[in-house]
Protein backbone atom coordinates (compact mmCIF):
# COMPACT_ATOMS: atom_id res chain seq x y z
CA UNK A 1 0.00 0.00 0.00
CA UNK A 2 2.95 2.41 1.06
CA UNK A 3 4.42 2.66 -2.80
CA UNK A 4 0.60 2.92 -4.39
CA UNK A 5 0.55 5.89 -1.74
CA UNK A 6 3.97 7.19 -3.18
CA UNK A 7 3.21 7.53 -6.68
CA UNK A 8 0.07 8.91 -5.90
CA UNK A 9 2.22 11.80 -3.98
CA UNK A 10 3.56 14.62 -5.41
CA UNK A 11 7.10 14.84 -6.94
CA UNK A 12 9.45 17.37 -7.67
CA UNK A 13 11.88 17.05 -10.45
CA UNK A 14 16.00 17.30 -9.54
CA UNK A 15 17.04 21.03 -9.09
CA UNK A 16 13.54 22.67 -9.28
CA UNK A 17 12.37 25.47 -6.87
CA UNK A 18 8.92 25.06 -6.02
CA UNK A 19 7.27 27.26 -3.82
CA UNK A 20 4.49 26.62 -1.37
CA UNK A 21 3.45 28.46 1.30
CA UNK A 22 3.65 26.29 4.27
CA UNK A 23 6.05 23.80 4.53
CA UNK A 24 6.01 20.87 7.06
CA UNK A 25 8.99 18.64 7.84
CA UNK A 26 7.84 15.68 9.30
CA UNK A 27 4.77 14.10 8.89
CA UNK A 28 3.76 11.88 12.22
CA UNK A 29 1.53 13.49 14.82
CA UNK A 30 2.84 17.02 14.94
CA UNK A 31 3.06 16.96 11.18
CA UNK A 32 -0.86 16.16 10.96
CA UNK A 33 -2.00 18.35 13.48
CA UNK A 34 -0.20 20.88 11.74
CA UNK A 35 -2.70 20.23 8.71
CA UNK A 36 -5.58 19.46 9.94
CA UNK A 37 -5.45 22.80 12.33
CA UNK A 38 -4.20 24.74 9.05
CA UNK A 39 -7.08 23.55 6.99
CA UNK A 40 -9.35 24.65 9.04
CA UNK A 41 -8.24 27.81 8.37
CA UNK A 42 -7.05 28.30 5.29
CA UNK A 43 -8.31 26.06 2.96
CA UNK A 44 -6.32 26.36 -0.41
CA UNK A 45 -2.73 27.57 1.12
CA UNK A 46 -0.07 25.60 -0.42
CA UNK A 47 0.89 22.95 1.95
CA UNK A 48 3.84 20.73 1.19
CA UNK A 49 5.04 18.01 3.64
CA UNK A 50 8.33 16.23 3.69
CA UNK A 51 8.89 12.92 5.21
CA UNK A 52 11.40 10.29 4.77
CA UNK A 53 9.01 7.57 5.55
CA UNK A 54 7.35 5.90 2.54
CA UNK A 55 4.18 6.11 4.21
CA UNK A 56 3.92 8.29 7.16
CA UNK A 57 -0.11 8.81 8.49
CA UNK A 58 0.60 5.96 10.68
CA UNK A 59 1.06 5.89 14.78
CA UNK A 60 3.80 5.35 15.85
CA UNK A 61 3.30 4.12 19.22
CA UNK A 62 1.16 1.18 17.60
CA UNK A 63 4.11 -0.47 16.01
CA UNK A 64 4.18 -2.24 19.23
CA UNK A 65 1.07 -3.61 17.78
CA UNK A 66 2.24 -4.65 14.50
CA UNK A 67 4.60 -6.63 15.85
CA UNK A 68 2.71 -8.14 18.67
CA UNK A 69 0.20 -9.24 15.88
CA UNK A 70 -2.75 -7.03 17.44
CA UNK A 71 -2.69 -4.89 14.65
CA UNK A 72 -1.85 -4.83 10.67
CA UNK A 73 -0.72 -2.32 8.74
CA UNK A 74 -4.41 -0.75 7.66
CA UNK A 75 -4.95 -0.68 11.73
CA UNK A 76 -2.24 1.45 12.00
CA UNK A 77 -3.32 4.27 10.04
CA UNK A 78 -4.22 6.72 12.39
CA UNK A 79 -5.42 9.09 9.43
CA UNK A 80 -7.52 7.60 6.47
CA UNK A 81 -5.02 6.25 3.54
CA UNK A 82 -6.42 9.23 1.18
CA UNK A 83 -5.31 11.78 3.90
CA UNK A 84 -2.76 14.33 1.72
CA UNK A 85 -5.42 14.59 -0.58
CA UNK A 86 -8.12 15.18 1.28
CA UNK A 87 -6.08 17.79 2.86
CA UNK A 88 -4.57 19.01 -0.74
CA UNK A 89 -1.46 18.62 0.25
CA UNK A 90 1.66 17.71 -1.66
CA UNK A 91 3.19 15.07 0.31
CA UNK A 92 6.72 14.65 -0.27
CA UNK A 93 7.12 10.70 0.77
CA UNK A 94 10.27 8.90 1.14
CA UNK A 95 12.41 12.20 1.09
CA UNK A 96 14.86 13.93 3.01
CA UNK A 97 14.92 17.30 4.04
CA UNK A 98 18.64 17.63 4.16
CA UNK A 99 19.35 21.50 4.83
CA UNK A 100 17.49 24.68 5.91
CA UNK A 101 17.96 28.44 4.12
CA UNK A 102 16.46 30.65 6.90
CA UNK A 103 17.23 33.81 4.99
CA UNK A 104 16.39 33.00 1.54
CA UNK A 105 13.13 30.79 2.89
CA UNK A 106 13.74 27.11 1.88
CA UNK A 107 14.37 23.81 2.11
CA UNK A 108 16.69 21.97 0.52
CA UNK A 109 16.15 18.27 -0.36
CA UNK A 110 18.35 15.35 -1.42
CA UNK A 111 18.02 15.13 -4.60
CA UNK A 112 18.70 19.04 -4.77
CA UNK A 113 15.66 20.37 -5.21
CA UNK A 114 14.07 23.54 -2.99
CA UNK A 115 10.76 24.22 -1.88
CA UNK A 116 10.58 27.82 -0.75
CA UNK A 117 8.09 28.55 1.87
CA UNK A 118 6.58 31.34 3.40
CA UNK A 119 5.97 29.65 6.65
CA UNK A 120 7.67 26.38 7.90
CA UNK A 121 7.28 23.88 10.32
CA UNK A 122 10.13 21.62 11.59
CA UNK A 123 8.31 18.14 13.06
CA UNK A 124 10.85 16.12 12.51
CA UNK A 125 10.58 14.09 15.95
CA UNK A 126 12.94 11.89 17.29
CA UNK A 127 15.30 9.32 16.87
CA UNK A 128 16.27 6.49 19.23
CA UNK A 129 19.52 6.71 21.59
CA UNK A 130 21.80 4.17 21.22
CA UNK A 131 24.44 3.89 23.44
CA UNK A 132 28.09 2.84 22.34
CA UNK A 133 28.16 -1.27 22.74
CA UNK A 134 30.61 -3.59 21.28
CA UNK A 135 29.05 -5.65 19.03
CA UNK A 136 26.30 -3.07 18.14
CA UNK A 137 26.69 -3.43 14.73
CA UNK A 138 25.66 -7.08 14.62
CA UNK A 139 22.87 -8.98 12.80
CA UNK A 140 19.99 -8.85 15.06
CA UNK A 141 20.24 -5.58 17.02
CA UNK A 142 17.41 -3.28 16.18
CA UNK A 143 15.95 0.10 17.75
CA UNK A 144 12.56 0.65 17.86
CA UNK A 145 10.94 3.91 16.48
CA UNK A 146 9.53 3.31 13.04
CA UNK A 147 7.24 1.34 11.02
CA UNK A 148 10.61 0.09 9.60
CA UNK A 149 12.15 -1.22 12.73
CA UNK A 150 9.13 -3.01 13.37
CA UNK A 151 8.88 -4.85 10.08
CA UNK A 152 12.68 -5.28 10.14
CA UNK A 153 11.88 -6.79 13.50
CA UNK A 154 8.77 -8.92 12.28
CA UNK A 155 10.94 -10.67 10.08
CA UNK A 156 13.28 -11.83 12.05
CA UNK A 157 10.65 -13.01 14.70
CA UNK A 158 9.65 -16.39 13.27
CA UNK A 159 13.41 -17.64 13.86
CA UNK A 160 14.00 -16.24 16.67
CA UNK A 161 13.86 -18.17 20.30
CA UNK A 162 15.30 -15.26 22.86
CA UNK A 163 16.02 -11.85 23.15
CA UNK A 164 17.24 -8.88 25.21
CA UNK A 165 15.66 -5.55 25.66
CA UNK A 166 17.63 -2.59 26.78
CA UNK A 167 15.49 -0.50 28.58
CA UNK A 168 12.78 -0.73 30.91
CA UNK A 169 11.05 2.28 30.12
CA UNK A 170 7.87 2.27 28.39
CA UNK A 171 8.82 1.53 24.70
CA UNK A 172 11.11 -1.26 26.18
CA UNK A 173 7.67 -2.09 28.01
CA UNK A 174 6.00 -2.20 24.63
CA UNK A 175 8.53 -3.94 22.86
CA UNK A 176 8.89 -6.56 25.54
CA UNK A 177 4.85 -7.36 25.20
CA UNK A 178 4.95 -7.79 22.04
CA UNK A 179 7.87 -10.45 21.48
CA UNK A 180 6.28 -12.23 24.75
CA UNK A 181 2.98 -12.22 22.96
CA UNK A 182 4.85 -14.04 19.88
CA UNK A 183 6.44 -16.38 21.93
CA UNK A 184 10.15 -15.32 22.71
CA UNK A 185 11.62 -15.69 25.92
CA UNK A 186 12.66 -11.92 26.57
CA UNK A 187 15.19 -10.81 29.24
CA UNK A 188 14.84 -6.68 29.75
CA UNK A 189 17.43 -4.72 30.95
CA UNK A 190 17.42 -1.86 33.18
CA UNK A 191 20.20 0.46 34.26
CA UNK A 192 18.21 2.01 37.17
CA UNK A 193 16.82 0.23 40.07
CA UNK A 194 13.38 -0.22 38.80
CA UNK A 195 11.75 -0.11 35.52
CA UNK A 196 9.35 2.67 34.51
CA UNK A 197 11.43 5.15 36.60
CA UNK A 198 10.64 8.16 35.21
CA UNK A 199 6.40 7.71 35.53
CA UNK A 200 6.28 5.19 38.54
CA UNK A 201 7.26 5.09 42.17
CA UNK A 202 9.10 2.02 43.68
CA UNK A 203 5.50 0.32 44.97
CA UNK A 204 3.16 0.56 41.61
CA UNK A 205 6.45 -0.50 39.19
CA UNK A 206 6.95 -3.21 41.49
CA UNK A 207 2.92 -3.77 40.81
CA UNK A 208 3.86 -3.86 37.25
CA UNK A 209 7.15 -5.76 37.26
CA UNK A 210 5.27 -8.50 39.31
CA UNK A 211 2.71 -8.80 35.63
CA UNK A 212 5.63 -8.89 33.64
CA UNK A 213 7.37 -11.24 35.68
CA UNK A 214 4.49 -13.54 35.67
CA UNK A 215 4.67 -13.46 32.06
CA UNK A 216 8.04 -14.85 31.97
CA UNK A 217 10.06 -12.02 31.45
CA UNK A 218 13.22 -12.06 33.39
CA UNK A 219 13.27 -8.74 34.80
CA UNK A 220 17.01 -7.07 35.78
CA UNK A 221 18.02 -3.93 37.01
CA UNK A 222 20.57 -2.04 38.01
CA UNK A 223 22.69 -3.06 34.61
CA UNK A 224 22.80 -2.69 31.24
CA UNK A 225 24.99 -4.53 28.47
CA UNK A 226 28.58 -3.95 28.01
CA UNK A 227 28.64 -5.96 24.48
CA UNK A 228 26.85 -8.06 22.30
CA UNK A 229 28.97 -11.28 21.46
CA UNK A 230 28.11 -13.04 18.00
CA UNK A 231 26.65 -16.53 17.91
CA UNK A 232 29.66 -19.68 18.04
CA UNK A 233 29.12 -20.42 14.28
CA UNK A 234 28.55 -16.97 12.47
CA UNK A 235 30.47 -13.76 14.39
CA UNK A 236 28.04 -11.57 12.86
CA UNK A 237 24.77 -12.96 14.05
CA UNK A 238 23.94 -11.61 17.99
CA UNK A 239 24.25 -15.23 20.27
CA UNK A 240 24.30 -13.65 23.65
CA UNK A 241 24.28 -10.25 25.53
CA UNK A 242 27.10 -9.83 28.18
CA UNK A 243 25.21 -7.84 31.06
CA UNK A 244 27.62 -5.64 33.20
CA UNK A 245 27.53 -6.94 36.32
CA UNK A 246 29.52 -10.01 33.78
CA UNK A 247 26.25 -12.17 33.23
CA UNK A 248 26.13 -13.35 29.56
CA UNK A 249 22.45 -13.94 28.24
CA UNK A 250 21.74 -15.87 24.92
CA UNK A 251 19.66 -14.16 23.08
CA UNK A 252 19.09 -14.16 18.98
CA UNK A 253 17.46 -10.78 19.39
CA UNK A 254 18.89 -7.16 20.60
CA UNK A 255 16.59 -4.31 20.96
CA UNK A 256 17.86 -0.85 22.51
CA UNK A 257 14.60 0.87 23.22
CA UNK A 258 16.02 3.08 25.88
CA UNK A 259 14.44 6.25 24.20
CA UNK A 260 14.39 8.91 21.52
CA UNK A 261 16.45 12.22 21.41
CA UNK A 262 15.37 14.86 19.15
CA UNK A 263 16.49 15.16 15.27
CA UNK A 264 18.12 18.62 15.57
CA UNK A 265 20.38 17.90 12.57
CA UNK A 266 18.22 20.78 10.04
CA UNK A 267 18.36 23.30 12.91
CA UNK A 268 22.40 22.76 12.98
CA UNK A 269 24.46 25.45 11.16
CA UNK A 270 21.33 27.79 11.22
CA UNK A 271 19.92 30.74 13.64
CA UNK A 272 17.44 28.55 15.47
CA UNK A 273 17.95 28.81 18.76
CA UNK A 274 18.66 25.33 20.63
CA UNK A 275 18.95 23.62 23.87
CA UNK A 276 18.40 19.91 24.16
CA UNK A 277 15.74 20.46 21.31
CA UNK A 278 14.78 23.18 19.66
CA UNK A 279 13.80 26.28 21.58
CA UNK A 280 10.10 27.37 20.78
CA UNK A 281 6.99 30.16 22.22
CA UNK A 282 3.85 29.26 23.54
CA UNK A 283 2.62 29.67 19.97
CA UNK A 284 5.53 27.05 18.55
CA UNK A 285 7.44 29.85 16.95
CA UNK A 286 11.05 29.64 17.24
CA UNK A 287 13.29 32.68 17.67
CA UNK A 288 13.47 32.88 13.87
CA UNK A 289 10.15 34.55 12.16
CA UNK A 290 7.98 32.11 10.46
CA UNK A 291 9.53 29.16 11.72
CA UNK A 292 7.73 26.91 13.95
CA UNK A 293 8.99 23.83 15.54
CA UNK A 294 6.62 20.79 17.50
CA UNK A 295 6.60 17.84 18.67
CA UNK A 296 9.60 15.30 19.68
CA UNK A 297 12.16 18.08 18.32
CA UNK A 298 10.72 20.76 20.33
CA UNK A 299 10.96 21.96 23.55
CA UNK A 300 7.64 22.77 24.49
CA UNK A 301 6.13 24.14 27.70
CA UNK A 302 5.33 22.24 30.67
CA UNK A 303 2.81 23.47 32.98
CA UNK A 304 3.96 21.30 35.85
CA UNK A 305 7.20 22.88 35.99
CA UNK A 306 6.12 25.91 34.67
CA UNK A 307 9.23 26.01 31.92
CA UNK A 308 9.73 24.58 28.58
CA UNK A 309 11.45 20.36 28.35
CA UNK A 310 11.44 17.67 25.90
CA UNK A 311 8.57 15.93 26.08
CA UNK A 312 8.11 13.48 23.54
CA UNK A 313 4.83 11.79 23.82
CA UNK A 314 2.30 11.37 20.45
CA UNK A 315 -0.52 13.17 21.95
CA UNK A 316 1.27 16.47 23.06
CA UNK A 317 2.86 16.50 19.35
CA UNK A 318 -0.65 16.26 17.96
CA UNK A 319 -1.73 18.96 20.09
CA UNK A 320 1.61 21.43 19.69
CA UNK A 321 1.20 20.46 15.38
CA UNK A 322 -2.27 21.66 16.13
CA UNK A 323 -1.35 25.23 17.79
CA UNK A 324 1.75 25.72 15.26
CA UNK A 325 -0.74 24.95 12.36
CA UNK A 326 -3.32 27.50 13.38
CA UNK A 327 -0.57 30.25 13.73
CA UNK A 328 0.73 29.42 10.67
CA UNK A 329 -2.25 29.85 8.78
CA UNK A 330 -2.74 33.16 10.97
CA UNK A 331 -5.36 32.16 13.63
CA UNK A 332 -3.78 32.88 16.82
CA UNK A 333 -3.50 30.29 19.17
CA UNK A 334 -1.65 29.54 22.22
CA UNK A 335 -0.24 25.79 23.77
CA UNK A 336 -1.50 25.49 27.21
CA UNK A 337 1.15 23.05 27.94
CA UNK A 338 1.53 19.41 28.30
CA UNK A 339 3.10 17.07 31.00
CA UNK A 340 4.52 14.06 30.83
CA UNK A 341 1.65 11.91 30.96
CA UNK A 342 1.23 8.42 29.90
CA UNK A 343 -0.84 5.34 29.88
CA UNK A 344 0.03 1.84 29.72
CA UNK A 345 -1.57 -1.20 28.39
CA UNK A 346 0.96 -3.58 28.48
CA UNK A 347 0.55 -6.86 30.08
CA UNK A 348 -3.46 -6.42 30.97
CA UNK A 349 -2.47 -3.51 33.66
CA UNK A 350 -3.79 -0.41 32.73
CA UNK A 351 -1.84 2.71 34.29
CA UNK A 352 -2.30 6.43 34.17
CA UNK A 353 1.05 8.74 35.07
CA UNK A 354 0.98 12.29 35.01
CA UNK A 355 3.36 14.75 36.43
CA UNK A 356 5.38 14.25 39.30
CA UNK A 357 4.51 11.10 40.48
CA UNK A 358 8.09 10.32 42.91
CA UNK A 359 9.26 13.91 44.46
CA UNK A 360 12.21 13.20 46.42
CA UNK A 361 11.92 16.84 48.15
CA UNK A 362 8.92 15.23 50.31
CA UNK A 363 8.64 19.10 52.51
CA UNK A 364 7.55 20.96 49.49
CA UNK A 365 4.98 18.28 48.55
CA UNK A 366 1.77 16.34 50.58
CA UNK A 367 1.38 12.69 48.88
CA UNK A 368 -2.00 11.20 48.99
CA UNK A 369 -1.59 6.82 48.63
CA UNK A 370 -4.14 4.49 48.63
CA UNK A 371 -2.84 0.93 47.82
CA UNK A 372 -5.08 -1.75 48.35
CA UNK A 373 -3.04 -5.01 47.34
CA UNK A 374 -5.44 -7.79 47.32
CA UNK A 375 -7.59 -6.11 44.87
CA UNK A 376 -3.82 -4.98 42.80
CA UNK A 377 -5.24 -1.33 43.34
CA UNK A 378 -2.52 1.53 43.68
CA UNK A 379 -3.66 5.49 43.38
CA UNK A 380 -1.35 8.17 44.27
CA UNK A 381 -1.39 12.00 43.91
CA UNK A 382 0.98 14.30 44.80
CA UNK A 383 0.19 18.02 45.91
CA UNK A 384 1.95 21.04 46.19
CA UNK A 385 0.29 23.73 47.87
CA UNK A 386 -3.06 22.03 47.88
CA UNK A 387 -2.85 21.69 43.54
CA UNK A 388 -2.63 18.33 42.14
CA UNK A 389 1.65 18.30 40.59
CA UNK A 390 0.92 14.53 39.48
CA UNK A 391 -0.72 10.94 39.70
CA UNK A 392 -0.41 7.40 39.40
CA UNK A 393 -3.34 5.16 39.16
CA UNK A 394 -2.70 1.51 38.85
CA UNK A 395 -6.21 -0.63 37.67
CA UNK A 396 -8.27 1.48 38.15
CA UNK A 397 -7.74 4.64 35.61
CA UNK A 398 -11.18 5.81 34.98
CA UNK A 399 -11.22 8.80 36.99
CA UNK A 400 -7.78 9.99 35.60
CA UNK A 401 -9.48 12.81 33.44
CA UNK A 402 -11.06 15.05 36.00
CA UNK A 403 -8.27 14.80 38.11
CA UNK A 404 -6.01 15.89 35.20
CA UNK A 405 -8.51 18.78 34.48
CA UNK A 406 -7.79 19.72 37.62
CA UNK A 407 -4.27 19.57 37.43
CA UNK A 408 -3.94 21.13 34.50
CA UNK A 409 -6.44 24.15 35.52
CA UNK A 410 -4.38 24.24 39.28
CA UNK A 411 -7.61 24.19 41.17
CA UNK A 412 -7.32 24.20 44.46
CA UNK A 413 -8.51 20.69 45.99
CA UNK A 414 -7.78 21.98 49.52
CA UNK A 415 -11.88 21.63 50.46
CA UNK A 416 -11.98 18.01 49.10
CA UNK A 417 -8.71 16.79 49.11
CA UNK A 418 -9.94 13.56 51.43
CA UNK A 419 -12.15 12.76 48.43
CA UNK A 420 -9.28 12.40 46.02
CA UNK A 421 -8.70 9.05 46.50
CA UNK A 422 -12.20 7.90 46.92
CA UNK A 423 -12.96 4.91 44.23
CA UNK A 424 -16.26 7.03 43.78
CA UNK A 425 -14.34 10.30 43.35
CA UNK A 426 -16.04 12.37 40.16
CA UNK A 427 -17.44 15.22 38.83
CA UNK A 428 -20.13 14.97 41.39
CA UNK A 429 -17.72 15.11 44.16
CA UNK A 430 -16.67 18.24 43.29
CA UNK A 431 -17.56 21.84 44.91
CA UNK A 432 -20.48 23.31 42.97
CA UNK A 433 -19.20 26.17 41.80
CA UNK A 434 -15.96 24.28 40.04
CA UNK A 435 -17.92 21.54 38.80
CA UNK A 436 -19.93 24.09 37.15
CA UNK A 437 -16.67 26.07 35.19
CA UNK A 438 -15.73 22.15 34.29
CA UNK A 439 -19.62 21.11 33.40
CA UNK A 440 -21.40 24.06 32.14
CA UNK A 441 -25.15 22.96 31.28
CA UNK A 442 -26.22 25.45 28.99
CA UNK B 1 -26.14 19.86 17.83
CA UNK B 2 -28.70 17.75 20.02
CA UNK B 3 -27.11 17.27 23.74
CA UNK B 4 -27.90 15.15 26.84
CA UNK B 5 -27.89 17.60 29.50
CA UNK B 6 -27.89 16.91 33.37
CA UNK B 7 -29.82 18.52 35.85
CA UNK B 8 -28.54 17.83 39.50
CA UNK B 9 -31.45 19.24 41.29
CA UNK B 10 -33.79 16.38 39.68
CA UNK B 11 -31.19 13.61 40.18
CA UNK B 12 -32.70 11.47 42.49
CA UNK B 13 -29.66 9.02 42.10
CA UNK B 14 -31.93 5.69 41.05
CA UNK B 15 -29.64 5.18 38.69
CA UNK B 16 -32.40 3.67 35.74
CA UNK B 17 -30.06 5.82 33.71
CA UNK B 18 -27.56 3.03 33.96
CA UNK B 19 -29.81 0.31 33.30
CA UNK B 20 -31.03 1.43 30.14
CA UNK B 21 -27.84 2.59 28.58
CA UNK B 22 -26.81 -0.78 29.61
CA UNK B 23 -30.35 -2.47 27.49
CA UNK B 24 -29.57 -0.47 24.71
CA UNK B 25 -26.27 -1.87 24.26
CA UNK B 26 -26.51 -5.20 24.73
CA UNK B 27 -27.53 -7.91 22.28
CA UNK B 28 -30.93 -8.85 22.70
CA UNK B 29 -32.12 -4.87 23.74
CA UNK B 30 -33.67 -7.07 26.39
CA UNK B 31 -33.61 -6.08 29.73
CA UNK B 32 -33.87 -10.00 31.48
CA UNK B 33 -31.89 -11.15 28.81
CA UNK B 34 -29.34 -8.35 28.80
CA UNK B 35 -29.20 -9.15 32.60
CA UNK B 36 -29.31 -12.30 33.11
CA UNK B 37 -28.04 -14.14 29.89
CA UNK B 38 -25.51 -11.80 28.37
CA UNK B 39 -21.52 -12.27 29.49
CA UNK B 40 -19.84 -9.90 29.60
CA UNK B 41 -23.06 -7.85 30.55
CA UNK B 42 -22.87 -5.11 28.41
CA UNK B 43 -21.36 -1.83 29.59
CA UNK B 44 -23.13 1.45 30.53
CA UNK B 45 -21.72 4.42 28.99
CA UNK B 46 -23.58 6.64 31.13
CA UNK B 47 -22.16 6.58 34.81
CA UNK B 48 -23.94 7.86 37.39
CA UNK B 49 -22.08 10.54 39.81
CA UNK B 50 -22.98 10.13 43.69
CA UNK B 51 -21.49 12.56 46.40
CA UNK B 52 -24.35 12.58 48.58
CA UNK B 53 -26.58 14.77 48.55
CA UNK B 54 -25.62 15.56 44.98
CA UNK B 55 -26.12 13.10 42.32
CA UNK B 56 -26.11 13.34 38.62
CA UNK B 57 -25.53 11.14 35.19
CA UNK B 58 -22.40 11.77 33.25
CA UNK B 59 -21.94 10.80 29.98
CA UNK B 60 -19.79 11.79 26.97
CA UNK B 61 -20.71 15.59 25.75
CA UNK B 62 -19.91 15.37 22.68
CA UNK B 63 -16.83 18.24 22.98
CA UNK B 64 -16.48 20.50 20.16
CA UNK B 65 -12.27 20.57 20.46
CA UNK B 66 -12.50 17.12 21.72
CA UNK B 67 -9.56 16.32 24.03
CA UNK B 68 -9.86 12.60 23.46
CA UNK B 69 -9.88 12.42 19.74
CA UNK B 70 -7.01 15.05 19.88
CA UNK B 71 -5.42 12.63 22.26
CA UNK B 72 -5.98 9.03 20.12
CA UNK B 73 -3.20 6.87 19.05
CA UNK B 74 -4.97 5.34 16.88
CA UNK B 75 -7.67 7.68 15.16
CA UNK B 76 -10.57 5.29 16.75
CA UNK B 77 -11.94 7.98 18.12
CA UNK B 78 -13.09 11.03 15.79
CA UNK B 79 -15.60 14.34 15.50
CA UNK B 80 -18.04 13.57 12.93
CA UNK B 81 -18.02 17.32 11.45
CA UNK B 82 -21.64 16.57 10.20
CA UNK B 83 -23.70 15.66 13.02
CA UNK B 84 -21.07 17.02 15.87
CA UNK B 85 -21.09 13.74 17.57
CA UNK B 86 -17.54 12.12 19.38
CA UNK B 87 -17.72 8.46 17.29
CA UNK B 88 -15.61 5.64 18.55
CA UNK B 89 -14.67 2.21 16.32
CA UNK B 90 -14.16 -0.17 18.33
CA UNK B 91 -12.16 -2.28 15.62
CA UNK B 92 -9.79 1.10 15.47
CA UNK B 93 -9.17 0.76 18.86
CA UNK B 94 -6.44 -0.11 20.90
CA UNK B 95 -6.91 0.16 24.38
CA UNK B 96 -4.36 2.65 25.18
CA UNK B 97 -6.89 4.30 27.63
CA UNK B 98 -4.68 7.49 26.43
CA UNK B 99 -8.71 9.54 26.09
CA UNK B 100 -9.45 8.40 29.49
CA UNK B 101 -6.26 10.04 30.37
CA UNK B 102 -7.70 13.50 28.94
CA UNK B 103 -11.97 13.08 29.00
CA UNK B 104 -11.91 16.01 31.82
CA UNK B 105 -15.93 14.34 32.74
CA UNK B 106 -14.71 11.15 32.93
CA UNK B 107 -16.91 9.73 30.56
CA UNK B 108 -15.15 7.27 28.79
CA UNK B 109 -14.93 3.55 30.15
CA UNK B 110 -12.46 0.49 29.40
CA UNK B 111 -15.21 -2.13 28.08
CA UNK B 112 -16.19 -5.04 29.72
CA UNK B 113 -13.56 -6.52 27.23
CA UNK B 114 -11.04 -4.62 28.80
CA UNK B 115 -9.44 -4.21 25.19
CA UNK B 116 -11.01 -1.14 24.09
CA UNK B 117 -12.72 1.72 25.62
CA UNK B 118 -16.70 2.55 25.54
CA UNK B 119 -19.03 5.80 25.89
CA UNK B 120 -21.78 7.22 24.90
CA UNK B 121 -22.81 7.59 21.02
CA UNK B 122 -25.86 9.49 22.22
CA UNK B 123 -28.20 6.05 20.88
CA UNK B 124 -27.65 7.47 17.45
CA UNK B 125 -30.38 4.77 16.28
CA UNK B 126 -32.72 6.24 18.73
CA UNK B 127 -35.25 9.59 18.50
CA UNK B 128 -33.77 10.07 21.83
CA UNK B 129 -31.33 8.62 23.99
CA UNK B 130 -32.36 5.73 26.06
CA UNK B 131 -31.18 7.39 29.30
CA UNK B 132 -33.16 10.13 28.57
CA UNK B 133 -36.00 8.27 27.71
CA UNK B 134 -36.03 6.49 30.71
CA UNK B 135 -35.04 9.22 33.65
CA UNK B 136 -38.20 9.74 35.23
CA UNK B 137 -37.69 12.95 36.66
CA UNK B 138 -36.17 14.93 33.76
CA UNK B 139 -32.79 15.45 35.47
CA UNK B 140 -31.55 14.11 32.00
CA UNK B 141 -32.84 16.31 28.82
CA UNK B 142 -32.13 16.14 25.23
CA UNK B 143 -32.16 19.63 23.41
CA UNK B 144 -30.55 21.46 20.89
CA UNK B 145 -27.13 23.00 22.57
CA UNK B 146 -25.09 25.81 20.53
CA UNK B 147 -21.95 23.80 19.75
Not at chain 1, 74 to 92: G, H, S
Not at chain 2, 46 to 68: R, T, Y
Request: aromatic letters at 6%.
Amino acid sequence: MCSELSQRCFSVQRGETVISKYVIVGASAAGIGAVEAIREVDPVGAITVISDEPCPQYSRPMISDLVSGKANFDKMMCREDQFWEENNVQALTGRTAVSLNLADKYVALDRGDHIAFEKLLIATGGKPFVPKIEGAEKEGVFTFTTLSDAESLVAKIETAKSAVVIGGGLIGVSVTEALTKRGLEVTMVELKDQILSLILDQTSSEMVENVIRKARVTITTGQSVQRIVGKPENNNIVGSAVLTKGEQVQCDLVIIAIGVIPRMELASGTDLKTNRGIIVDKFMHTNVSDVYASGDVAEAYDFVFGENRLLPLWPLAHQEGKVAGYNMAGKKAEYSGGTAMSALKYFGIPIISIGITNPQENSIYEILVKHEPERNLYRKIVLKDDVIVGLSLVNDIERAGVLFHLMKNSAKVKKFKQELLSEDFCLATLPRSLRRKIYPRE
Amino acid sequence: MKKIIANEEYCMGCGLCEVYCTVQHSKSKDIIKAYNRENPRPLSRVKLGVHKPVSFAIQCIHCEDAPCVNACLSGAMQKDDETGLVTHDADKCIGCWTCIMVCPYGAIKRDSSGKVVSKCDLCSELEVPACVANCPNGALVYKEVKP
